[in-house]
Nanobody
Framework: QAHLEESGGGLVQPGGSLRLSCTVS????????IEWFRQAPGKEREGVAC???????WYKDSVKGRFTISRDNAKNVVYLEMHSLNPEDTAVYYC????????????????????WGQGTLVTVSS
């Protein structure tokens, strides 16, 4: 049974950095994409980044150059390295499994994804 678990969230000052982890079990990172999403209070969930063997990487425009998605195959972990964080990055961050990067890249498509982690809260505040 597929299972995703996020970790690494916390409180960080503006301009700071965090690294989120998505530990994956029960599914193949070679055949599945892993996408990072976030949801701020009162806002819809949005795709942030995607890593796929087939489709490469995708990033939301507002995080390009600040966020990096990568994976450790030996540990079955997908990371989201976040730098130059600002208060607008405050949200609960989720990882999800997909077969492409459309779940993250296409607004609203996340509703069709079935395998999610429980989320980890990132708060950017001074």
């Amino acid at each position: 049974q597929a299972h995703l678990e996020e970790s690494g969230g916390g409180l960080v000052q503006p301009g700071g950095s965090l690294r989120l982890s998505c530990t994956v079990s029960g599914l193949s990172l070679d055949r599945n994409s892993i996408e990072w999403f976030r949801q701020a209070p009162g806002k819809e969930r949005e795709g942030v980044a995607c890593l796929s063997n087939t489709f490469g990487t995708w990033y939301k425009d507002s995080v390009k150059g600040r966020f990096t998605i990568s994976r450790d195959n030996a540990k079955n972990v997908v990371y989201l390295e976040m730098h130059s964080l600002n208060p607008e990055d405050t949200a609960v961050y989720y990882c999800a499994a997909d077969f492409s990067c459309l779940g993250a890249a296409d607004p609203g498509a996340y509703k069709h994804l079935n395998i999610w982690g429980q989320g980890t809260l990132v708060t950017v505040s001074s």
